[in-house]
């Protein structure tokens, strides 16, 4: 089974603090994603990733940036939170392989909450 | 991709199917239906997808019609555990490139014992 795990469950930082989330995936999937989900906006793609060291830009990426130095491991960094950053956030990842499904597999998320 | 348009929210009685239904009328030759579920605080699950054919598996099934402009997703015998936020999505799939996808706001299956 692919796992993915996301470093956190539950985080709780400052404004104005930086803040590192981390995800990492078993099964040698190129692609990586990071999402946010708010109550009525469904989930919002931030960043993804389709290769090592290779970065595209979601539908919400001002005040993110994103990092994969390594195939499995994906990172979300806020530069400086604010609270409007509040909210659950989701990593995925998948294959990108011909006649895949290409289905994606998600982690548990990270509540993040911004004081 | 495709827009989908979903009912906010359902009931169904434990141990009956479950149908939600999901429209995308300007969905594309090339372009899968995926459906997901989200049960609360978890990351969302892969279900289904099809092209143009109803698919099963040991999870659900998934019915499109002849048009593709809509398509249901069929939980045979809904268990409470099958409460969950259901999303439709439509999208690209295949070799090559990124899978960027884009989720709306689903329906909110409620199953009642």
């Known amino acids: 089974d692919v796992k993915v795990t996301q470093s956190s469950r539950y985080l709780v930082k400052r404004t104005g603090e930086k803040v590192f989330l981390e995800c990492v995936q078993d099964m040698d999937h190129e692609n990586m994603f990071w999402y946010r989900q708010d109550p009525g906006l469904g989930l919002r793609l931030i960043y993804f990733s389709y290769d090592v060291k290779m970065k595209e830009k979601g539908d919400i990426p001002e005040g993110y940036s994103v990092s994969r130095e390594k195939k499995e491991r994906f990172s979300l960094i806020l530069e400086s939170a604010s609270t409007n950053q509040t909210s659950m956030y989701l990593c995925?990842?998948?294959?990108?392989?011909?006649?895949?499904?290409?289905?994606?597999?998600f982690g548990p998320g990270t509540r993040l909450t911004v004081t | 991709d495709a827009k989908t348009t979903q009912p906010p929210s359902m009931d169904c009685a434990e141990g009956r199917a479950a149908n939600l239904p999901c429209n995308h009328s300007?969905?594309?030759?090339?372009?899968?239906v995926y459906w997901y579920r989200q049960i609360h605080s978890q990351g969302p699950q892969y279900i289904i997808h099809g092209l143009k054919n109803n698919e099963t598996n040991e999870m659900a099934s998934l019915i499109i019609t002849e048009d593709r402009k809509s398509s249901t997703l069929i939980l045979p015998h809904a268990t409470l555990r099958d409460t969950a936020v259901y999303y439709c999505i439509v999208r690209v799939a295949g070799s090559g490139g990124y899978q960027k996808v884009t989720f709306g706001t689903g329906t909110k299956l409620q199953v009642i014992p």
């Open positions: 300007t969905i594309s030759g090339n372009e899968y």
């Open positions: 995925a990842s998948s294959l990108t392989a011909s006649g895949r499904t290409n289905e994606q597999y």
